[in-house]
C-alpha cells in the first residue's frame, strides 16, 4: 500500500495550472445537450493517433475530440483533446504549440473531481465513450486478480510512481487502486478497511463499513465452524491482497477467516493459532495461549540449542501443512523465541529480533528482554564498554545471515552484528559507517549521530 505524497498535492496543483490557464476552453455540454460540435470532433480524430504514441497512454482509439486552443502558463499556445479508449480509461490530453514540449496528460477520472478551488471542473470527459469513466479501471482492477464488478470510482491522488483510486464494487466492497503511471508498473488494490483509521492519508467514501462486512455472515457460515454470527470486524490485509476477518459465533468460539482476492474463504484459523495477528482476535475470550504441548515445544527448542522451559506458546498461521511456526515464552529465560519446526528435518530457533527477519514479530517478549544476551555477546567480542540500550532487525543477507543493529547505552557508536545462518551468536561486528549503503543503514537515534 502506499503513502500519498501531499494527498496528490502536486499533479493537483498542475492540472489547477493548465485549467485556470485554459479558462477560454469550451466547457463539455450538460447531458441532453448538443451533440458535439462535428469540426471539434474531426480534429481530434485527425490528431488522436499521434497523441496516444506520443503520450504512451494505454488506448485503442474509440472516439476524440478537440475542445479548444488556449494560452498555458508560459504563455505558449496549447490545445487541449479528449480522448475515449475501447475498454479503458478515456483522456485529456495538452498539447502545446512549442515544440519539443512533453504532452500534459490526465484520465478522465482525475478530471471529473471538482478543481483545487472547488469550482467545477471544465475540462471533464463528455464524449459518450466516457460517460461513465469508472468501468475504465475495470481491465486494471482485474490485472491485481480482484474480481470485483465496479460500481463507481474516484481519483485520490497520487504518489511519485502511482496514481490511487478509490473504487466502489457491485458486491458493497471497497478497495483503493494503486495503478502504475509508468508503462509495465505494477498495480496493487487493498480493502478500504485498510485505511480505516484516524490518521490514515486515504479516506474511502464510496462504501461504509456495514457494506464491506455484509458478506462475512455468508463466510462464516461456509466455514461450517459458526452456526451462527455474534460479532465481526475487520482484522487487516495481506500483502497478496486478501483479506482477514474475525468473527464471534453464538457458542462463544472465535475464528479468523482469510478470504483470498477471489472473494472465497481460503482458511479458517483459530482465535488460539493467530494470537497476534494484528493484535489478535479481540471479540471472544478463545485467544487464551495454548498450554497442553508446553513439554513438546520445550523438547523441539532444546533440541534446536535453544534453551527453553516453554511456559506458553502461541502458533503463527503456516502456508506449509509439514512444518509448524511457533512464539515461545520461557520460565528459565526472560528471552523468548520462535521455532521453526518441519515435520522432516532440522529445527531452529530465532531470538525476537531476528525472527522478524523471517517475517514473525513476537509478542510475549518485549525486545529490552534481549538487551542483556546482545551486551554479553558484544562483550565476547571485545567491546565490553558497550552495554545494549537499543536494538532492531537490520537486514537479511542473500546467504542467510542476520544482520542485528545495537545502540549502546554511554551514547557512544553502536555495532553491527552479523548471524551466520543457523548461528545462535555473532560471527563478526561492523561499525555503521561500513553498513551505510546495507539497507538504509543504521536508524537507530544515537547511532545516526555518528554516520
Avoid at 351 to 363: A, I, V
Avoid at 365 to 373: D, I, V
Avoid at 435 to 443: D, H, T
Amino acid at each position: 500500500m502506499s503513502k500519498l505524497s501531499g494527498f496528490g498535492l502536486a499533479t493537483a496543483a498542475l492540472l489547477m495550472a493548465v485549467m485556470t490557464a485554459t479558462a477560454s476552453f469550451a466547457a463539455p455540454p450538460p447531458p441532453g445537450a448538443a451533440p458535439i460540435d462535428p469540426e471539434m470532433h474531426a480534429a481530434g480524430m485527425k490528431a488522436a493517433p499521434g497523441l496516444i504514441t506520443d503520450s504512451k497512454i494505454p488506448c485503442t482509439l474509440a472516439d476524440a475530440r478537440e475542445l479548444g486552443t488556449g494560452t498555458a502558463a508560459d504563455k505558449s499556445s496549447v490545445t487541449i483533446y479528449e480522448v475515449a479508449c475501447k475498454g479503458s480509461l478515456g483522456y485529456i490530453i495538452g498539447k502545446e504549440a512549442k515544440a519539443g514540449v512533453p504532452l500534459t496528460t490526465y484520465d478522465c477520472l482525475m478530471t471529473a473531481n471538482p478543481l483545487p478551488n472547488g469550482k467545477p471542473n471544465s475540462m471533464a470527459c463528455a464524449l459518450p465513450a466516457n460517460a461513465n469513466p469508472a468501468l475504465g479501471l475495470q481491465p486494471i482492477l482485474t490485472q491485481t486478480g480482484h474480481t470485483c464488478a465496479v460500481d463507481k470510482a474516484r481519483y485520490i491522488g497520487a504518489t511519485t510512481d502511482q496514481n490511487i483510486y478509490e473504487v466502489a464494487c457491485q458486491n458493497g466492497t471497497g478497495l483503493v487502486l494503486e495503478v502504475a503511471s509508468t508503462p509495465g508498473g505494477k498495480s496493487d488494490a487493498n480493502n478500504c478497511l485498510n485505511y480505516n483509521t484516524p490518521n490514515a492519508s486515504i479516506k474511502c467514501q464510496l462504501t461504509t463499513t456495514a457494506t464491506e462486512l455484509a458478506g462475512v455472515d455468508a463466510y462464516a457460515a461456509s466455514s461450517g465452524k459458526c452456526a451462527t454470527l455474534k460479532d465481526k470486524r475487520y482484522l487487516t490485509g495481506a500483502a497478496d491482497g486478501s483479506d482477514y476477518f474475525e468473527v464471534a459465533c453464538g457458542d462463544g468460539k472465535g475464528y479468523v477467516l482469510h478470504v483470498d482476492q477471489t472473494g472465497k474463504l481460503a482458511e479458517t484459523i483459530s482465535c488460539a493459532e493467530a494470537f497476534e495477528m494484528a493484535g489478535g482476535c479481540t471479540l471472544t475470550d478463545a485467544r487464551q495461549a495454548l498450554t497442553q504441548q508446553n513439554t513438546v515445544y520445550s523438547d523441539l527448542a532444546k533440541k534446536a540449542g535453544f534453551n527453553c522451559d516453554v511456559s506458553k506458546y502461541a502458533l503463527f498461521p503456516s502456508t506449509d501443512p509439514n512444518k509448524e511456526v511457533v512464539e515461545m515464552a520461557c520460565s528459565n529465560r526472560p528471552d523468548g523465541g520462535v521455532g521453526i519446526f518441519p515435520a522432516h528435518g532440522p529445527a531452529q530457533v530465532f531470538d525476537c529480533l531476528r525472527s522478524q527477519d523471517e517475517g514473525f514479530k513476537c509478542s510475549y517478549t518485549p525486545e529490552s528482554a534481549l538487551y542483556p544476551q546482545l551486551t554479553q555477546q558484544l562483550k565476547a567480542k571485545g567491546r565490553g564498554s558497550c552495554s545494549v540500550s537499543g536494538a532492531r532487525s537490520f537486514a537479511k543477507a542473500d546467504d542467510g545471515s542476520d544482520y542485528v543493529e545495537v545502540a549502546c547505552a554511554d551514547g557512544g557508536p553502536g555495532w553491527v552484528m552479523v548471524y551466520p545462518a543457523g548461528a545462535s551468536a555473532p560471527s563478526e561486528l561492523q561499525n555503521c559507517a561500513a553498513v551505510a549503503n546495507l539497507a538504509g543503514g543504521c536508524q537507530l537515534p544515537t547511532n545516526r549521530k555518528k554516520t
